[in-house]
């Protein structure tokens, strides 16, 4: 896979996330994801948890990406997030992303974003909608 081919996915990766949908075809069957917020997710549980985070966001959240590096068969991108939250509230985090691209699909994704927005703006929601874990 190209240099310029894994900027493609990783774009649609992000198109998805904006829209709460990522085309599970882009994605390997064993592909995990970590975040510092939640841990190790298969794929199932990171699917799951996008379409949770689109409702909590009224599916307004946008993710641009600002940064995108690329190395071999993986990926690093700097990106903002901003939107407006089920209560009115808005929302805007930096995040950084890192990807393992396996075979032509996302094997990996790795997040770092800054916790406080998640702890104060998102998990109270998702509590609200019985949908977070404490």
Same mark, same amino acid.
């Given at each position: 896979? %190209? ?20 085309? #599970? ?6 592909? %995990? ?20 985070? #689109? ?20 990926? #690093? ?50 509590? #609200? ?6």
């Amino acid at each position: 896979m %190209t240099s310029h081919d894994i900027r493609t996915l990783v774009d649609a990766f992000f198109s998805g996330l904006s829209l709460g949908e990522i085309d #599970a075809d882009m994605l390997t069957p064993e592909m %995990t994801f970590w975040s510092v917020n939640s841990g190790v997710s298969e794929r199932e549980r990171f699917l799951q948890g996008i379409r949770v985070l #689109a409702t909590i966001a009224g599916k307004s959240l946008c993710y641009t990406v600002d940064t995108l590096i690329v190395d071999g068969q993986r990926a #690093a991108a700097e990106v903002s997030s901003s939107g407006t939250l089920i209560n009115g509230e808005g929302l805007q985090n930096k995040h950084v992303f890192i990807f393992t691209v396996s075979d032509g699909k996302i094997s990996a994704v790795v997040e770092f974003m800054n916790q406080r927005v998640v702890e104060e703006k998102i998990m109270p929601l998702m509590m #609200a909608l019985g949908t977070g874990k404490k």
